[in-house]
């Protein structure tokens, strides 16, 4: 009995332990305070902003054909004309029509998730480098623009972003081969995630061997080839 007496004593004591370093650190505080607002505020938008019918439709209307059996892109056209962005946004769009039905409303509700994911990946991404004060961080809910392009118009930037900022953390903990793997997954959904290459390829070049960057690079056109194979193993 002392002895499981005594660990449970131990397991309340680092339980204490870790509540007062939270709420001794003002910016994990401010993190959490607001992804609890920014989830409440997302849903309010959702419940009472009128959508913006810019892309979505068309979307669904290249989704769509894709999901038929079209793998000509000049055939995959929607309100906005054909479809310009790569595979990988193929994919993960065929999987929202699956999950939503097509529908407006239940797509803005995973896309609200979606933006509460990339809110948190973001915040992590400044509690680890730990380079803005607390105050700062409050900065990244104050954009109308960001709140509209998640919930309201449902753009595939909001994906692209999202796995970018994946790639990013996980590239901040060294991750090298798993963060280009991810960025490789961002760009295949959206192509001006490549406008982050330079740099990237800088800072591997600066921290890693030669043969890391080759290895690391090769797993990220591994992605881009497999997707390319997945689309047009069955034309």
């Known amino acids: ?49 009128p959508y913006t019918k810019i ?9 769509s054909g894709f999901l038929g059996g079209e793998r000509n892109y000049e055939n995959l056209k929607g309100d906005t ?12 769009y065929s999987a929202i029509q699956y999950v939503t039905g097509g529908q407006v409303f239940l797509a803005q509700t995973l896309f ?19 380079v803005v004060p607390w105050w700062a961080l409050v900065l990244l809910s104050l954009s109308k623009r960001v709140h509209s392009i998640f919930v309201l118009r449902l753009f595939n930037d909001c994906l692209a972003t999202t796995i970018l900022h994946g790639a990013l953390l996980s590239l901040i903990y060294q991750k090298w ?6 960025f490789s997954a961002a760009v295949s959904v959206k192509m001006n995630v490549l406008l982050y290459a330079p740099a990237l390829l800088l800072i591997m070049m600066k921290a890693m061997s030669i043969d890391g ?23």
């Open 177 to 182: 081969h798993l963060g280009l793997v991810i």
């Open 55 to 63: 892309d979505w439709d068309a979307y669904m209307s290249q989704v």
């Open 112 to 130: 609200g998730f979606l933006y509460i994911l990339n809110l948190g990946i973001t915040l992590s991404i400044y509690l680890k480098t730990n």
């Open 81 to 92: 004309g054909p479809l310009v962005y790569p595979a990988g946004f193929l994919y993960l």
């Open 1 to 49: 009995m002392a002895p499981r007496s005594a660990a449970k004593h131990n397991a309340l004591r680092r339980s204490n332990s870790r509540t007062g370093e939270i709420l001794k650190n003002p910016k994990l505080l401010t993190a959490v305070a607001l992804i609890v607002a920014e989830s409440i505020f997302v849903s309010l938008i959702i419940a009472y902003v």
């Open 213 to 235: 960057v080759i290895s690391a690079l090769a797993g990220a056109a591994l992605v881009q080839v497999s997707q390319i194979y997945m689309l047009y193993k069955t034309w």
